[in-house]
């Protein structure tokens, strides 16, 4: 009798292991597409990633690059410091999209270009987004922003 208690937990053990083994599994195979990884304009350019891979990618918009063309398509450039990436996008930009202001985009590097389908822009005066700000930091490219009195 014993025994038997005992080789029935076993049993019952062993399939919850296994069950959770196949959850865990099943749910990290639904947000293979979720997950998006962010690179700085100098990642990008190191190791270009495949064209088919989602990713955000984020730094200041510089200066002097956005080019809105006769269409809702806008064309500027990313950049951290030393490296920088052309972005195309399609659609309608933040309100506070602005050059020398920090974004970040979510889309694909295809050909050289990053063709994004999401761009976001900080919030307000002093809101940066963590990655972009540890991007900028790494590549010796931060500048604090005296507040406006």
Do not use: C
């Not at 918009?61 to 490296?83: H, K, L, N, W, Y």
Request: aromatic residues 8%; hydrophobic residues 40%.
């Amino acid at each position: 009798m014993k025994s038997l208690k005992k080789k029935r937990r076993i049993q019952i053990f062993a399939v919850a292991a296994v069950a959770l083994a196949l959850s865990t599994a099943l749910i990290g195979y639904a947000m293979r597409d979720g997950i998006n990884f962010f690179r700085s304009p100098s990642e990008v350019l190191a190791e270009p990633p495949h064209e088919n891979e989602v990713f955000r990618i984020g730094g200041l918009v510089e200066e002097g690059s956005i080019i809105r063309g006769q269409s809702d398509t806008v064309v500027f450039r990313v950049t951290d410091g030393p490296a920088s990436v052309e972005v195309r996008y399609r659609g309608i930009l933040p309100d506070l999209f602005a050059e020398n202001e920090g974004m970040v985009g979510t889309g694909r590097f295809i050909n050289g270009v990053f063709e994004a389908h999401e761009i976001l822009a900080k919030h307000d005066e002093t809101y940066m987004p963590r990655e972009v700000m540890e991007a900028l930091k790494a590549q010796d490219h931060w500048r604090v922003r005296e507040p406006e009195s």
